[in-house]
């Protein structure tokens, strides 16, 4: 089940270095709550129309907002923060290191609102925002597998606990494919609808194998043999072989994994004697890419073999005569 | 599928010896086992997944099995949270 999110304290968005926050106002109330994933330039909300501010979420402030407050004679502009503060915003961010001025920071502190203030351009600042807020409130989920790149594609390798997992992992690794997460990989879908995949941060480059224990890859392997996230396109699930199990044979069945409304290609691999895992995989991974590029090697079998049947007699034909 | 609450007796909580004892004793039971903490569910027999569950002393988990031997697995698995998996006398 994804993990529902309720919101972020602003004291986390305040310690983002990427936002380069350089002072904050009315600090008291920095535990307020941003539920909202988008950041919220006022604008018009600033004259008086109000009706699509809404509560929770983050506002920023760039040139616009503060030259027209400092273009309002004094009572209005005490009228219009008034009403602005009063909707209890979570809190304020001012672009650009402009001066907040001691009226605003009054107004602000009447509503709990804390003001920050950042170094950045607006544009850069709420670009910075958005995707902080995007991923931290997108849906998640968490996945028994490991997951790797391979040939730049990431691929999830799922199976039953003792089925080898983590040994086939191994092998990719040592192959030169890159870790992401051993045992347990999160997963959130981006702003592309992509799935991407890390690593808790407590297992981080970490790998248990049964013999050997836990082995950290990227000090025996070095940083090339470990990734931070990665999209992923494809789940191979190891299982034990089942004589009555029907495989794919010809290659022509695609089957589906679905999760978060997403359908990504799934790969059944049976796990028997004579089996090298880490190369069907890899192979596996090629042919992915080959069909990607318009490749259907048993369409071309077919049609290989039909051409042989039209140069045989037919014998219906012979019947005839 | 059988469900119990557990709480975590042992000073140092699910660390990393701790974790591997559970899976050790997971794994000799062909029922999935899980453990389910701040909506965060893992499987028992991993012993990676329960380290990122970051559960202390006092914190309160779900154990659920399900599968032929989940009655005794689940027993056996309780027993060790209760012997404060054998690290303090």
Redesign the interface.
Known sequence: ?P??IKGIQLGQIKELSQLKIVSIFNEKWIHNLVSHPRPQRPGLGLTGYLKHLQAGRIQVFGKTEVGYLHNLKDEDRSRCLKNYFSLKLPGIIISENIKAESDWIAMAARYSTPILISELHTAPLISRLSAFLYQYFAKKI?M?GVLMDIMGQGVLITGD??IGKSETALELVNKGYQLIA???AEFYLDSNDDLIGRA?E??KN???VRGLG?ININDIFGTSAVLEEKKLNLVTNLEKWDAKKKYDRLGEDTQYFKILGLELPLISLPVGPGRNLSTIIEVAVRNILAKKSGKKTYLELNKESALQQDELPDPQAEVSK | MIEKTQVIHNKLGLH?RAAAKLSHLA?MFTADIFLIYN?????A?????I??L?ASVGNEIILQASGGDEQEALAAISDLFNRKFDEES
């Open positions: 089940m993990k529902k968490k028994n606990s003792g051993d045992d347990v808790n407590i297992i970490l790998m248990e836990i | 990393a794994n909506e965060d569910k893992v499987n027999k991993s012993l990676l997944g380290l990122t970051a």
